[in-house]
């Protein structure tokens, strides 16, 4: 059972509106990534948060510890921010089948921009 | 800086050969990371190094994969024997501990094919 779980799969949007990408996760962890991976291939680690709120140009992520949940939110979308969003969290206890580190990475959301 | 490098960007080998996948880390950065990416099994953490000492290697999926870190500037990833099963893209990253930041910064990724 994959423990990190993305929302949506799948997004299609016009240029200019806001999105929201939505990560929950089961239980409690020390760290959340944000990554975006390129259309190309090419991977991009966008923000590390373990509380509150980062914003990096049109690009803000929050995350709620109480509520197990953080959203990715892009203002002002172009085409160019067209790629697949990742996110990753790092468990406080160890889980099984995870990565090294007790790093477990979502499905990913695959957002596309259109003109 | 050029970046994280990684050689060979396509890999196409027989079951059952040696691969030997290649990283060089941007100049100054202490950290390490090897990733593994699949249609079935997404993004995982397989190994990291912090001052080429191999931290945690828990995500490494059998004994047939090993890694190493000789010096600062280069780290190998081996599969032997490979297995049709092992075909995937291999990410490696950097980052430097401590920074707070903890921003790791991907390489183009090596593209796996084992027939």
């Known amino acids: 059972k994959n423990e990190v779980e993305q929302s949506p799969q799948n997004l299609t949007a016009q240029e200019g509106e806001f999105i929201t990408i939505n990560c929950s996760y089961s239980?409690?962890?020390?760290?959340l990534h944000w990554l975006q991976q390129h259309p190309g291939g090419g991977i991009v680690s966008l923000f590390m948060l373990s509380s509150g709120k980062k914003k990096h140009g049109r690009l803000i992520a929050t995350i709620n510890i109480q509520e197990k949940h953080s959203s990715l939110h892009i203002t002002a979308s172009h085409p160019r921010d067209s790629a697949v969003y990742i996110c990753?969290?790092?468990?406080?206890?160890?889980?099984?089948?995870?990565?090294?580190?007790?790093?477990?990475f979502g499905k990913g959301t695959h957002l596309i921009i259109q003109p | 800086d050029a970046g994280v490098i990684q050689s060979p960007r396509h890999e196409v080998t027989e079951m059952g050969q040696e691969v030997t996948l290649r990283c060089k880390p941007i100049s100054g950065h202490n950290s390490l990371f090897w990733y593994r990416q699949t249609m079935m099994r997404g993004l995982e953490l397989l190994i990291y190094f912090n001052n080429n000492v191999p931290i945690d290697d828990s995500g490494m999926p059998e004994d047939r994969f090993s890694a190493k870190m000789p010096n600062a500037s280069f780290s190998t990833l081996k599969i032997q024997p490979s297995e049709p099963r092992d075909s995937a893209v291999y990410f490696c990253a950097s980052s430097l501990w401590g920074s707070g930041a903890y921003e790791q910064y991907f390489g183009p990724g090596t593209r796996l094919t084992v027939t």
């Open positions: 239980v409690g962890i020390s760290a």
């Open positions: 990753a969290v790092r468990w406080v206890v160890r889980r099984s089948g995870g990565g090294a580190d007790g790093l477990t």
